[in-house]
């Protein structure tokens, strides 16, 4: 018996194959699949610049956890070899739909093969999504017992840092995760930092700061999250660094900063998209950064 993560797409995991799309209704009530389809042709997947563009046009967009029916087509293969399943259900603190959707999906397998299948809401997203996929693969290609991997990705979701930069309100404002009243803001070169707090919600870190120049900005607020000083209190082992369209923000330069603390491998100083419209909505420049905190700090 194997131990199988599966996953929805907000969660951005960095393999798909046993990833669920969440859904996307345009304002004209259109459906579509995020980033991967599988079951029905006539849904058409949709991506996170699409999203974006079409947002920045005034559209607007509403999202929704995954169908059970295609939870279901990525986890009875593996249930019928005989493994079981630990679902990484994005946070219910940002869409409730997916941590909703895979329970209604568990207690159907369940009720059929018996106790296969654990939903963890994982509390976060984005690059948080990421990170939490990357360690519990890392848990699930060992010879550990399913039990026991559950009781270590509980304890890491306890211990997870996941923040992103902003350089501009106005697509968090659309996408209905900040309030209207900080687009007052965006004509003041004000920069957020929003954090994923310990019950999944996103949350600014309050007061922003001012900075004409975005990329300095940037460099400011990774240095404050990752530094000489700190960096020992994360695991070395597992980073996420996420982005969607960058105007102003030199990644390169990012990089090479966290290269200069050579603390993380070169493998895991690299930029990932936010593959998932849902995770990119209304976003024009973002950077998430997930880190695991070691135990006590």
């Given at each position: 018996m194997a131990t199988i993560i599966t996953t929805d797409s907000g969660s951005n995991p960095r393999n798909?194959?046993?990833?669920a799309p969440c859904v996307i209704y345009d304002s004209k009530n259109n459906l579509y699949y995020d980033m991967k389809k599988i079951n029905d042709d006539n849904i058409r997947i949709i991506g996170g610049m699409e999203i974006l563009e079409r947002?920045?046009?005034?559209?607007?967009?509403?999202?929704?956890g995954p169908n059970p029916n295609d939870l279901v087509s990525i986890m009875r293969p593996h249930i019928e070899k005989g493994n079981k399943i630990i679902h990484l259900a994005m946070s219910s603190g940002i869409s409730a739909g997916s941590v909703s959707s895979a329970k209604v999906t568990a207690d159907m397998l369940n009720d059929e093969f018996g106790d296969?299948?654990?939903v963890i809401d994982t509390l976060t997203g984005?690059?948080?999504?990421?990170?939490?996929?990357?360690?519990?693969?890392?848990?699930?290609?060992?010879?550990?017992?399913?039990?026991?991997?559950?009781?270590?990705?509980l304890d890491v979701r306890s211990r997870l840092l996941t923040s992103f930069y902003i350089s501009?309100?106005?697509?968090?404002?659309?996408?209905?995760?900040?309030?209207?009243?900080?687009?007052?803001?965006?004509?003041?070169?004000?920069?957020?930092?929003v954090d994923v707090n310990s019950s999944g919600k996103l949350v600014p870190?309050?007061?922003?700061?001012?900075?004409?120049?975005?990329?300095?900005?940037?460099?400011?607020?990774?240095?404050?999250?990752?530094?000489?000083?700190n960096k020992k209190m994360y695991d070395p082992n597992f980073l996420a660094l996420l982005i969607t369209k960058l105007e102003g923000i030199d990644i390169e330069a990012a990089k090479a900063y966290l290269a200069s603390l050579n603390y993380?491998?070169?493998?895991?100083?690299?930029?990932?998209?936010?593959?998932?419209?849902?995770?990119?909505?209304?976003?024009?420049?973002?950077?998430?950064?997930?880190?695991?905190?070691k135990r006590g700090k």
């Open positions: 798909r194959d046993n990833m947002a920045r046009n005034g559209e607007r967009f509403h999202t929704a296969v299948v654990t984005g690059s948080g999504g990421t990170i939490m996929n990357d360690y519990a693969y890392s848990l699930a290609r060992t010879d550990m017992s399913y039990d026991e991997i559950i009781k270590r990705i501009r309100a106005e697509g968090f404002i659309r996408s209905g995760r900040l309030p209207k009243g900080f687009r007052l803001a965006d004509g003041f070169a004000i920069r957020y930092r870190k309050l007061p922003p700061h001012r900075n004409p120049d975005v990329n300095k900005g940037f460099m400011k607020y990774l240095k404050n999250i990752i530094n000489e000083d993380f491998s070169n493998e895991l100083i690299t930029e990932i998209p936010f593959y998932s419209a849902i995770s990119a909505y209304g976003v024009e420049d973002q950077v998430g950064i997930a880190l695991i905190k």
